[in-house]
Every structure is written in C-alpha cells, then in structure tokens.
C-alpha cells in the first residue's frame, strides 16, 4: 500500500495521487527530481491513457523497478498533468492578485481562499506538501524552494490569454515570482 496521503486523496484524480505517492516513496532523494525531465514520451502515453478512462499502475507502465529515471518520468508526468490542463490550478481571474500578493502570506492565502475550487485548492495543498517534503532533502536532491518554485510555476499558473509576446513574459513572471519558499508556509494553514 502507497503511502497515505490523508482525506486529500480522495479529491484529486487518481493519476495525480499514483504520482504523488510514488515520488514519496522512491523520488525524494532524486537529485534534480523535477529539473531534469524523465522520458517524456512515455510521460505523454501513460497521461493520455489516464485522461481516456485507463486505470494505471506505475510500477507496470514504468517497466522496471524504480530508478532515477523512472522517479524524473513520475515527476515529469505530474507537473505536464497540471500544466495540460484546460485550466490552471491558480484560476485565471486571481492571476495578478496572486503576482501582487506572493510574498504576503496572508493576502495571498485570502485571494486563493476566496476564489480557488476546493478540488484545485486539495491539488495545491497536496504539491506543496510533496514539495516540502522534497525540499527536505535539498542537499541531496538540490531541490531548493527557490528551485521548486521555478520548476512547478509554469505548471501551476498561467497569464490570462492574450496576444502576443506580453503574455509569455507575464507568464515566466508568475513562474518566477510565485515564490513558493512563502507558499511552503502556507501548505498546513492552507488546509481545509
């Protein structure tokens, strides 16, 4: 049995629970665990046999006991399943509320409460915790807050649609200013 991740885990998808609980068994101490992609193709194949309904066990779609690669494709497949979705995690009416109140605990967990879907605010407690827990093992894994931040940001929030180039630059600027060292804080007091 994978490691419990609390009443949490019933709210998110079971792609994202698999995910999550695999990491926490075998990725943690992963050196650039969510920096270095894993094999992406296969990330893409087991994502979209998920969204078409399929049942999936890790351990049989990876192939081979878990390893390095095995644990970056884990962690690969979880950030693309957030960044693929049709809508953010972070909605995209809070997008500059959240760019101006990153680094105010307190505003900020006023604008995500009031405005973020249970089912998006279970996701995002459910990251921050796995990613405090990576963050723990930092001077293993070199997975800083500061490098977590950068690597889930794209993943988590995007810029309202827009024309041209002003929407890839604020979107890198919600991937750089979203500062999750503060949302790290957050993670219990952002429980239900």
Not at 8 to 21: E, F, G, K, R, W
Not at 29 to 51: A, H, P, Q, Y
Not at 78 to 102: A, D, G, H, T, W
Request: charged fraction near 20%; hydrophobic fraction near 40%; include cysteine.
């Amino acid at each position: 049995n994978r490691l419990s991740m609390s009443s949490t885990s019933s709210q998110l998808p079971d792609i994202v629970v698999s995910a999550i609980s695999y990491i926490n068994l075998y990725g943690l101490k992963v050196e650039g665990i969510f920096r270095v992609n894993g094999d992406l193709k296969l990330t893409e194949t087991i994502l979209e046999r998920s969204k078409s309904g399929c049942i999936i066990d890790l351990d049989s779609e990876l192939g081979s006991s878990p390893n390095e690669v095995n644990c970056r494709t884990v962690a690969s497949l979880l950030k693309m399943y957030f960044r693929n979705s049709p809508e953010p995690l972070f909605p995209y009416p809070i997008y500059k509320s959240v760019l101006r109140y990153c680094r105010n605990a307190t505003k900020l967990k006023q604008v995500i409460d009031s405005a973020m879907s249970k089912e998006s605010h279970h996701a995002l407690c459910a990251i921050l915790r796995l990613c405090e827990r990576v963050s723990k093992f930092a001077n293993v894994n070199m997975m800083h807050p500061n490098a977590l931040s950068i690597c889930w940001g794209a993943s988590l929030i995007k810029a309202p649609p827009a024309s041209g180039d002003q929407a890839d630059s604020m979107m890198f600027a919600a991937a750089m200013f979203v500062n999750l060292s503060l949302s790290l804080s957050l993670s219990l007091s952002l429980s239900f």
